[in-house]
């Protein structure tokens, strides 16, 4: 039976009413942001760069946003376990990401089927920090420089390893772009975080590795271990002493690990937005700098405009530099 025209009126009329009260309770939902705590996954382990930041931001961001923020470590697969597991999640402002160049940019040109697209299922929310790598080995490995560890890889072909923070990372494809520039061989052993990759070399299962200082320092100021550069193209003021990969005489190999938050695509505007200026004011903090330079770190922040510019400039730049080392992975 047909249901009568003004029967059929009154149902659209009462489903028009619906879906504006929806956009309404949306709207109040948004204007009452945040109204519990506040996640930030890290797709690598304790310890890491990236765990060490959001440690830092969480604690200055929470009274700023009147909830408590969470940091969940979830690493795995060079970073993309945690990352492919936040650009899944619902864009309801709660769940936020702090990542690096492999994940949200580099592991786009390396990986065939990358099970997430950084480039549509994320949205920048500012870039939070950088850093250069610094390569480094054991102080009793009789190597002191750069030009020394290119002459022992050369004379002993196959007797290195590497480590590095994962599949796809800087600091793999620092040391596999340094391989491809002086014709030598070592073998790349990934791991969870930059203190395993360290703790590595400690133990001897591998021979170097190029990896954030914030795992490399303390044990240089211990002994342990030997600085041989640093991947920036200027040295870095806070750690005045390394000289760069080009003073190294590799002068093609510059790069700068950085860590960006991210939000799930469909995450609101206006949360992207509070969320934004809230971090970048703690970035701005005396006491936040100071603790990230203590770490070797340096703020950077910005617009969520200027994180999606900066990371479209990384893939033009590093595709072509990670085409020339030949990787490619399933």
Known sequence: MKTPLSARRLLVRSLA????????LAGM??????????????????????????????????????QPVVVENRPGAGGNNGTGAVAKSAGDGYTYLISTNGPLVYNTVLYKNLPYDPFKELRPVVLAGGQPNVCAVRTDSGINSLRDLVAAMKKNPGSFNFSSTGVGSLSQLGVELLK????????????????????????????????????????????????????????SPLMPDIPTMKEGGLPEIESLAWMAIMAPASTPDDIVQR????????????????????????????????????????????????????????
């Open 29 to 66: 939902a948004q204007q009452g942001w945040p109204n519990k705590p506040v996640k930030i996954v890290v797709p690598y382990g304790p310890g890491s760069s990236p765990d060490v930041i959001t440690r830092i931001v969480a604690e200055r961001l929470s009274p700023r946003i009147g």
């Open 17 to 24: 009413a619906l879906g504006l009260a929806g956009f309404a």
């Open 275 to 330: 969320m934004n200026r809230e971090i970048n004011a703690v970035l701005a903090m005396p006491e936040v700098k100071e603790k990230l330079n203590a770490q070797y770190m340096e703020p950077i922040g910005g617009s969520p405009q200027d994180l999606a510019k900066f990371m479209q400039q990384e893939l033009r730049e590093m595709t072509p530099v990670i085409k020339r080392t030949g990787i490619s992975m399933e």
């Open 180 to 235: 491809v520039k002086t014709d030598t061989f070592a073998v790349h052993i990934p791991y969870a975080s930059s203190p395993l990759a360290i703790l590595a070399i400690l133990q001897g299962d591998v021979q170097f590795a190029c990896v954030p200082p914030v795992a490399v320092m303390p044990h240089v100021k211990s002994g342990k271990l030997r600085p041989l550069a640093v991947s920036t193209a200027k040295r």
